[in-house]
């Protein structure tokens, strides 16, 4: 069973809204390999954070990739933040690059908001 991870304010931290989320996503079978998590977060030596620049990595993609066409978008982009997170100027960046590009995006604030959102995007017709 895994330990919810509260933060200081008593809001579930955004770590424990990704680990639910997907533990929730590996139900389905139709979309368990199909909603993914880019590891972009978390501290890095400046060399292998150079590397990783190199390779391609790009300050705030979102959490939460879904590689589906569904309701005339290519994808979806779901970024995730704590009961009372503030998107970042790359975060929101990215969000607009990819609306551009067709995509649906959306920022969700908690495990209820974000399981309704990929409902939405992956089940309704």
Not at 66 to 90: Q, Y
Not at 104 to 121: G, L, N, P, Q
């Amino acid at each position: 069973m895994r330990t919810t991870k509260y933060l200081k304010s008593g809001e579930i931290a955004e770590e424990s809204i990704q680990k639910t989320v997907m533990d929730w996503v590996r139900l389905y079978p139709d979309i368990k390999n199909l909603v993914m998590h880019f590891p972009n977060e978390g501290k890095r030596s400046p060399r292998y954070g150079l590397t990783l620049k190199d390779m391609g990595m790009r300050p705030g993609v979102s959490d939460i990739h879904i590689a589906m066409m569904r309701h005339g978008f290519g994808a979806a982009w779901i970024e995730l933040k704590a009961a009372h997170g503030i998107i970042s100027p790359a975060q929101k960046q990215f969000l607009i690059d990819m609306e551009q590009q067709g995509y649906f995006t959306a920022v969700c604030y908690s495990i209820d908001e974000t399981i309704a959102v990929i409902k939405w995007y992956c089940f309704d017709p």
